[in-house]
């Protein structure tokens, strides 16, 4: 195994990493505050730890990439994993697992930060591309993998710590394979150069992308985060529609660098928003069987934004450098925080207008689900707009 393939696989533990840690701490959420006599007040601002810490050492991460290097960021990153997880595991308090929480996100915000430029510095044009959707399969892929481990542990009535530990399995193994390997060179000096990064990053072109990551994400994880609530009543099972959705986007990225190849970046970016809005507006407008229909066009068309919008980054503004992508990376996950109490907004005035139009029990709960989902297409739509202006842009400056 040569030293870039082994640099690569080590990535996508990495992010396995991120997405065990995401989906178990997901599935072990509730007995771990019954155990512990959390409210869930308390396991929200435990969970928001994760959110706060990703983006946190994104930033920093690629403030300081060029700096003290790759392998450094992913060393700090395997302690923060670590130690996060194994103070997780013994914690008995509620600032216990707030530290340890923002410790293991800290870890997951040094993985994209390092991980991102290790790609985009390692290969080219098209290969580039394919490799970076092949990378972010494995966030979606490990949270069903992840997903499925904490089921099978819980069916035999395993502890929460147990599932816990087993985060740590994917967190060795990357530390094992990014022992010892030197990571590649930037580019070009640009892309080393922070006065430089700063530059690119005040580009108008920059700054529209900046703005589009905040809706491409909340696109992803708006309707997502509130599957539950929104789908329970839609005659469709909303853990199989998560399942279905999570599966599609691994495989879909795991295909990712022919699409880009046949339809360019941005094609496929427009091509992921019109597929979006399908989805979304088939959730407000569909029951039963055809809520799995709306999931399948959902996952495809979810599955492109995150790697296609650092790809753009990576492809159309390099001058950015690692500090570029870790700005639109952690916008993204920073949107979703920003976003996340506003749909719960929605939520609860949509729940008070069926209250008040006489609505009561499933029919209320169907209603309030289909309405805020109906407000949620409005997150890929503006995208079609944007994307099909950054085409025919693009077109007319022949840089596609």
Same mark, same amino acid.
């Given at each position: 195994?040569?030293?870039?393939?082994?640099?690569?696989?080590?990535?996508?533990?990495?992010?396995?990493?991120?997405?065990?840690?995401?989906?178990?701490?997901?599935?072990?959420?509730?007995?771990?505050?019954?155990?512990?006599?959390?409210?869930?007040?308390?396991?929200?601002?435990?969970?928001?730890?994760?959110?706060?810490?990703?983006?946190?050492?994104?930033?920093?991460?690629?403030?300081?990439?060029?700096?003290?290097?790759?392998?450094?960021?992913? !060393?700090?990153?395997?302690?923060?994993?670590?130690?996060?997880?194994?103070?997780?595991?013994?914690?008995?308090?509620?600032?216990?697992?707030?530290?340890?929480?923002?410790?293991?996100?800290?870890?997951?915000?040094?993985?994209?930060?390092?991980?991102?430029?290790?790609?985009?510095?390692?290969?080219?044009?098209?290969?580039? *591309?394919?490799?970076?959707?092949?990378?972010?399969?494995?966030?979606?892929?490990?949270?069903?993998?992840?997903?499925?481990?904490?089921?099978?542990?819980?069916?035999?009535?395993?502890?929460?710590?147990? !599932?816990?530990?087993?985060?740590?399995? @994917?967190?060795?193994?990357?530390?094992?394979?990014?022992?010892?390997?030197?990571? @590649?060179?930037?580019?070009?000096?640009?892309?080393?150069?922070?006065?430089?990064?700063?530059?690119?990053?005040?580009?108008?072109?920059?700054?529209?992308?900046?703005?589009?990551?905040?809706?491409?994400?909340? *696109?992803?994880?708006?309707?997502?985060?509130?599957?539950?609530?929104?789908?329970?009543?839609?005659?469709?099972?909303?853990?199989?529609?998560?399942?279905?959705?999570?599966?599609?986007?691994?495989?879909?990225?795991?295909?990712?660098?022919?699409?880009?190849?046949?339809?360019?970046?941005?094609?496929?970016?427009?091509?992921?928003?019109?597929?979006?809005?399908?989805?979304?507006?088939?959730?407000?407008?569909?029951?039963?069987?055809?809520?799995?229909?709306?999931?399948?066009?959902?996952?495809?068309?979810?599955?492109?934004?995150?790697?296609?919008?650092?790809?753009?980054?990576?492809?159309?503004?390099?001058?950015?450098?690692?500090?570029?992508?870790?700005?639109?990376?952690?916008?993204?996950?920073?949107?979703?925080?920003?976003?996340?109490?506003?749909?719960?907004?929605?939520?609860?005035?949509?729940?008070?207008?069926?209250?008040?139009?006489?609505?009561?029990?499933?029919?209320?709960?169907?209603?309030?689900?289909?309405?805020?989902?109906?407000?949620?297409?409005?997150? @890929?739509?503006?995208?079609?707009?944007?994307?099909?202006?950054?085409?025919?842009?693009?077109?007319?400056?022949?840089?596609?």
């Amino acid at each position: 195994m040569n030293n870039t393939n082994r640099l690569f696989i080590a990535s996508c533990f990495a992010l396995i990493t991120t997405a065990f840690s995401f989906s178990i701490r997901a599935g072990v959420l509730d007995s771990l505050g019954a155990e512990l006599h959390f409210t869930a007040q308390q396991l929200g601002y435990i969970s928001s730890m994760w959110f706060l810490g990703f983006p946190l050492s994104m930033i920093v991460g690629g403030l300081i990439y060029h700096k003290v290097g790759g392998k450094v960021i992913m !060393q700090f990153a395997f302690l923060a994993h670590a130690l996060g997880i194994v103070l997780t595991i013994f914690a008995t308090s509620f600032w216990g697992l707030i530290i340890s929480t923002l410790l293991i996100g800290l870890g997951n915000g040094c993985t994209e930060a390092a991980c991102n430029p290790m790609i985009a510095d390692s290969y080219k044009g098209n290969t580039m *591309s394919k490799m970076m959707n092949r990378f972010h399969m494995w966030f979606p892929g490990g949270i069903v993998i992840g997903s499925l481990i904490s089921q099978f542990m819980t069916s035999f009535e395993m502890s929460w710590q147990s !599932q816990i530990a087993v985060i740590l399995v @994917p967190t060795i193994i990357y530390a094992y394979l990014f022992w010892g390997q030197e990571w @590649p060179k930037a580019k070009t000096v640009e892309e080393a150069s922070i006065s430089s990064n700063l530059k690119a990053i005040t580009t108008p072109l920059f700054i529209f992308i900046f703005a589009c990551m905040w809706l491409t994400s909340i *696109s992803e994880f708006g309707p997502q985060q509130w599957v539950q609530l929104t789908l329970k009543e839609s005659g469709a099972e909303p853990m199989v529609i998560l399942a279905l959705v999570t599966g599609l986007m691994a495989v879909a990225r795991f295909f990712g660098g022919e699409v880009v190849k046949r339809f360019s970046i941005v094609g496929v970016l427009l091509g992921s928003s019109i597929f979006t809005t399908i989805g979304v507006y088939l959730f407000s407008t569909q029951i039963g069987a055809m809520a799995y229909v709306a999931a399948i066009f959902f996952g495809l068309g979810i599955a492109y934004f995150w790697p296609n919008m650092l790809g753009f980054i990576a492809q159309y503004i390099p001058k950015s450098g690692a500090l570029g992508l870790s700005i639109i990376g952690a916008v993204g996950m920073f949107s979703s925080a920003v976003f996340q109490p506003i749909i719960g907004g929605w939520i609860d005035s949509n729940r008070a207008d069926g209250l008040a139009a006489g609505l009561i029990g499933s029919e209320l709960e169907l209603a309030t689900g289909q309405a805020t989902l109906g407000t949620m297409v409005m997150f @890929p739509l503006i995208l079609i707009v944007l994307f099909t202006g950054l085409y025919f842009w693009l077109k007319t400056r022949a840089i596609n």
